[in-house]
């Protein structure tokens, strides 16, 4: 109910324009109704459409990188000529110290766009993703987690939703993702300190604020790298996400 007649989202969106919920809500019906449903080839029109001259679609980095996941979901070839556009365009965009500005803040835009480019193919040795996932690596902080911020909040005019539950989840998926060899103190002060993040309810975040998007990644990741070991805790938060998803069928606005 919330497409709008030329395939895009009516969702709103605060800085990330309408980009961002088209590319979340293309992914969700890719997998939903499949890759022939026709909403979910007027959604994939729609973003083609919408790229610039320059490769971006969107907003700069963010929306691009999450664009080039949607796409793919869709069925978009990995070689097509729009996929590889917004590739070079990231890969312009990349800052000398190997992260990516962009509305969402760069913690979470650069994970984004190594998520992005690795399911292109560019391979984890690259001169793009290697000083990415290192610039990534170096922001682990004492405690496991991996950088420092608080959310949701705006620094600067970038939205930032992902707390740092969150944004240590999808840099242990992008490690996994990328298949890059870390140091397994790595892995496991993370692990560690995300599976001490649960709340005794279930979910991620804190006992005021559970937050959905938290407890989304933190299972995948727990899923990911321990399987069955962490079946008691996985259990917990997808019980927790099923008890608490809104009559509407959404899961609220983080913000």
Do not use: H
């Amino acid at each position: 109910e919330l497409r709008r007649p030329d395939g895009g989202w009516r969702l709103p969106q605060r800085d990330g324009g309408v980009v961002y919920p088209g590319t979340c809500g293309l992914s969700s019906l890719a997998t939903l109704e499949g890759r022939p449903s026709p909403t979910v080839q007027a959604s994939r029109q729609w973003l083609i459409g919408i790229q610039s001259e320059e490769g971006s679609i969107g907003d700069g980095a963010s929306t691009t990188a999450s664009a080039i996941m949607s796409l793919l979901d869709a069925g978009e070839p990995p070689d097509s000529p729009f996929l590889r556009k917004a590739a070079l365009y990231l890969k312009r965009t990349q800052t000398a110290e190997g992260y990516w500005n962009g509305w969402m803040g760069p913690e979470l835009t650069t994970l984004y766009c190594i998520q992005a480019l690795t399911r292109l193919g560019e391979p984890a040795t690259s001169k793009t993703i290697q000083p990415a996932i290192s610039w990534v690596l170096g922001k682990q902080k004492q405690d496991g987690s991996f950088f420092d911020v608080s959310a949701p909040a705006v620094r600067a005019g970038e939205v930032i939703a992902a707390t740092a539950i969150g944004l240590t989840a999808l840099t242990l998926l992008c490690i996994a993702d990328t298949g890059i060899k870390v140091e397994p103190q790595i892995l496991d002060k993370a692990l560690n300190w995300l599976i001490a993040k649960q709340q005794p309810d279930g979910s991620w975040g804190t006992p005021e604020n559970p937050n959905p998007f938290d407890t989304v990644m933190a299972v995948q990741v727990l899923f990911t790298f321990k399987g069955l070991e962490a079946k008691q805790s996985v259990g917990k938060g997808v019980e927790w996400l099923l008890n608490n998803q809104r009559p509407n069928g959404s899961w609220g606005d983080l913000m």
